[in-house]
Nanobody, 121 residues
Framework: EVQLVESGGGLVQPGGSLRLSCAAS????????MSWVRQAPGKGLEWVSG????????NYAESMKGRFTISRDNAKNTLYLQMNSLKSEDTAVYYC??????????????WGQGTQDTVSS
């Protein structure tokens, strides 16, 4: 079965950086576009970024452009999200998902538990 395990979250001050990782298993990783989504406290799911199968094409939500970088290592079945210039508004649980634009109506079980990023002074 598809399994995605996120890691790398933590507590940082505004302006700081975090690097998230997503370890994928249970499917042929290189056959799929991948993405990151997040859920802030009391808010709905929000698409963050997507990446094509080989990393040749990437895109970001407008509020993340210039601050976040999505990448992947197909040999390691791993997806990454480098987050710089973090703001308090970036505080959320971050999930990775199969597909460029996954369902946002509700959390998918295979996304796992996500990783918590807290941006606070």
């Amino acid at each position: 079965e598809v399994q995605l395990v996120e890691s790398g979250g933590g507590l940082v001050q505004p302006g700081g950086s975090l690097r998230l990782s997503c370890a994928a298993s249970g499917f042929t990783f290189e056959n799929y576009a991948m993405s990151w989504v997040r859920q802030a406290p009391g808010k709905g799911l929000e698409w963050v970024s997507g990446i094509s199968w080989n990393g040749g094409s990437t895109n970001y939500a407008e509020s993340m452009k210039g601050r976040f970088t999505i990448s992947r290592d197909n040999a390691k079945n791993t997806l990454y999200l480098q987050m710089n210039s973090l703001k308090s508004e970036d505080t959320a649980v971050y999930y990775c998902s199969q597909g460029y634009l996954p369902p946002l109506n509700r959390k998918q079980d295979y996304w796992g538990q996500g990783t918590q990023d807290t941006v606070s002074s």
